[in-house]
């Protein structure tokens, strides 16, 4: 009888290839808990016998995921120990931590392990590492208990006397600190993609390190949500404080990136919001070789068009995901109508297209924004306006304006000002003026 051991390699490795896409669809979000006892199709397979473990190592361990317990720590440091650490391309490190403040002694139940603080601090261990990520745990954190971690009595900005005390008596502050101390040790790694999530938002002493100068590929994406009364963290002088100095923490010295991704939240947008505005602090001289960036949950800010035109020759691809222009109404307290255009200093989507159009953006192939299409009153106007479009063979995109409510910071969507900017057509002619550009620089290219 035919067994599978039988089948060429070749046959094998297609067979691995279709396990692995059942197994993990989208392999970017994360890797495996190796300390679990897996229950997955490869993981299964690799059981069965030592031929299939020596075949599948370099898929079983390629993406792994780590805790800061002494457990998940250990059985890393096992890892290295075995020779499987090679195999490792990602790292995904979750660190969690009670509420909880420090006991008499300073110390926390949540402090990094030694074997933990070993691995991060020692990532060459990992020959083949490119990617790390460090993945900050809220969702075992209740509301409340969420909400009391990030208040703060007043409005003034810590001291960095009080940052420091602050990591040496908070719980998350201190697994912050610990965390980037620890990876700030690494000298000889070959990690070219970092990823931040879900940071806990509180000023820390620690800016950007060595480590960072060599990462090709950042990505930060805040961690937000309502902390159980209604309050959106963008309410939270913490959160807008933190994002303004995304500069100093990492951006100063990402010298050599040339990926860039920043992601606010539904419940923490970032960028020109008016209300509760937590803008980000892009500069024109900021990553000088950047080639791809990617915003989410963000109001565009006027520096932004700065920043991007800086980046004219280099710039490639820029997404715009969940982005929005602060409403007309909400930037100004005025009101326009719909026949006639928004004043230059009133932002809109048209000054910013217009605007990075003029700028000369000659290396600008990719602009992609989603959703498509913005959400729509779907009055009478307005549906004869893309009624008249399409039997013209035009297009007409609406463009997504919004507003953060005054109180819990809640996103609203304007779908009146998403139906004007329709019936205006500027925000289209100006996209049209982008992507003229855009269709020129790709025939330039091929």
Request: hydrophobic share 35%.
């Given at each position: 009888m035919l067994q599978i051991t039988d089948l060429s390699q070749e046959v094998l490795l297609q067979i691995i290839e279709c396990l692995l896409e059942v197994d993990d669809p989208e392999p970017s979000k994360g890797g495996k808990e190796i300390a679990d006892d897996s229950s997955d199709a490869i993981s299964?397979?690799?059981?069965?016998?030592?031929?299939?473990?020596?075949?599948?190592?370099?898929?079983?361990?390629?993406?792994?995921?780590?805790?800061?317990?002494?457990?998940?720590?250990?059985?890393?440091?096992?890892?290295?120990?075995?020779?499987?650490?090679?195999?490792?391309?990602?790292?995904?490190?979750?660190?969690?931590?009670?509420?909880?403040?420090?006991?008499?002694?300073?110390?926390?139940?949540?402090?990094?392990?030694?074997?933990?603080?070993?691995?991060?601090?020692?990532?060459?261990?990992?020959?083949n590492l490119q990617s790390l990520i460090?993945?900050?745990?809220?969702?075992?954190?209740?509301?409340?208990?969420?909400?009391?971690?990030?208040?703060?009595?007043?409005?003034?900005?810590?001291?960095?006397?009080?940052?420091?005390?602050?990591?040496?008596?908070?719980?998350?502050?201190?697994?912050?600190?610990?965390?980037?101390?620890?990876?700030?040790?690494?000298?000889?790694?070959?990690?070219?993609?970092?990823?931040?999530?879900?940071?806990?938002?509180?000023?820390?002493?620690?800016?950007?390190?060595?480590?960072?100068?060599?990462?090709?590929?950042?990505?930060f994406e805040v961690y937000a949500r309502d902390e159980g009364a209604g309050w959106c963290t963008n309410t939270f002088c913490c959160f807008r404080h933190y994002i303004a100095n995304l500069d100093r923490y990492y951006l100063d010295a990402l010298s050599n990136v040339t990926r860039l991704t920043i992601s606010g939240h539904a419940d923490g947008p970032i960028g020109f919001t008016d209300m509760y505005e937590a803008l980000v602090p892009l500069r024109p001289d900021h990553l000088p070789n950047l080639r791809e960036l990617k915003m989410a949950w963000y109001f565009i800010q006027d520096s932004f068009v700065d920043f991007l035109s800086a980046h004219a020759s280099n710039l490639e691809r820029l997404t715009l995901?969940?982005?929005?222009?602060?409403?007309?109404?909400?930037?100004?307290?005025?009101?326009?109508?719909?026949?006639?255009?928004?004043?230059?200093?009133?932002?809109?989507?048209?000054?910013?297209?217009?605007?990075?159009?003029?700028?000369g953006p000659s290396a600008l192939r990719h602009v992609i924004i989603t959703p498509e299409n913005a959400t729509l009153e779907h009055d009478d106007d307005t549906e004869q306006v893309l009624k008249t479009c399409r039997e013209q063979g035009s297009a007409r995109r609406a463009f997504a304006y919004a507003e953060i409510d005054d109180k819990y910071g809640m996103l609203f969507e304007n779908e009146e000002e998403n139906s004007k900017a329709v019936r205006r057509g500027h925000d289209m002619r100006g996209w049209e003026e982008l992507m003229y550009v855009v269709r020129a620089n790709q025939q330039k290219m091929s």
């Amino acid at each position: 009888m035919l067994q599978i051991t039988d089948l060429s390699q070749e046959v094998l490795l297609q067979i691995i290839e279709c396990l692995l896409e059942v197994d993990d669809p989208e392999p970017s979000k994360g890797g495996k808990e190796i300390a679990d006892d897996s229950s997955d199709a490869i993981s299964k397979l690799s059981r069965t016998s030592t031929y299939f473990y020596k075949l599948l190592s370099p898929y079983l361990f390629q993406r792994i995921v780590m805790r800061n317990t002494q457990k998940s720590g250990d059985t890393l440091q096992f890892l290295v120990g075995s020779g499987q650490s090679a195999n490792v391309k990602a790292l995904h490190f979750k660190a969690s931590a009670s509420e909880s403040d420090a006991d008499d002694d300073g110390k926390f139940e949540a402090d990094l392990p030694s074997s933990v603080h070993g691995i991060l601090s020692n990532l060459a261990s990992f020959p083949n590492l490119q990617s790390l990520i460090v993945d900050f745990d809220f969702e075992q954190i209740q509301d409340r208990d969420f909400g009391d971690l990030i208040q703060e009595e007043d409005d003034d900005r810590e001291t960095e006397e009080q940052i420091i005390e602050a990591e040496r008596k908070q719980s998350w502050r201190a697994l912050q600190k610990q965390i980037f101390d620890a990876i700030s040790k690494e000298k000889s790694s070959h990690i070219r993609h970092l990823v931040v999530k879900t940071c806990p938002l509180k000023a820390t002493s620690l800016f950007g390190s060595e480590q960072m100068n060599k990462v090709q590929s950042f990505s930060f994406e805040v961690y937000a949500r309502d902390e159980g009364a209604g309050w959106c963290t963008n309410t939270f002088c913490c959160f807008r404080h933190y994002i303004a100095n995304l500069d100093r923490y990492y951006l100063d010295a990402l010298s050599n990136v040339t990926r860039l991704t920043i992601s606010g939240h539904a419940d923490g947008p970032i960028g020109f919001t008016d209300m509760y505005e937590a803008l980000v602090p892009l500069r024109p001289d900021h990553l000088p070789n950047l080639r791809e960036l990617k915003m989410a949950w963000y109001f565009i800010q006027d520096s932004f068009v700065d920043f991007l035109s800086a980046h004219a020759s280099n710039l490639e691809r820029l997404t715009l995901n969940h982005c929005f222009m602060i409403s007309p109404a909400g930037a100004t307290g005025d009101d326009w109508d719909d026949n006639e255009p928004l004043p230059d200093d009133v932002p809109s989507w048209y000054r910013f297209f217009h605007t990075y159009a003029s700028s000369g953006p000659s290396a600008l192939r990719h602009v992609i924004i989603t959703p498509e299409n913005a959400t729509l009153e779907h009055d009478d106007d307005t549906e004869q306006v893309l009624k008249t479009c399409r039997e013209q063979g035009s297009a007409r995109r609406a463009f997504a304006y919004a507003e953060i409510d005054d109180k819990y910071g809640m996103l609203f969507e304007n779908e009146e000002e998403n139906s004007k900017a329709v019936r205006r057509g500027h925000d289209m002619r100006g996209w049209e003026e982008l992507m003229y550009v855009v269709r020129a620089n790709q025939q330039k290219m091929s």
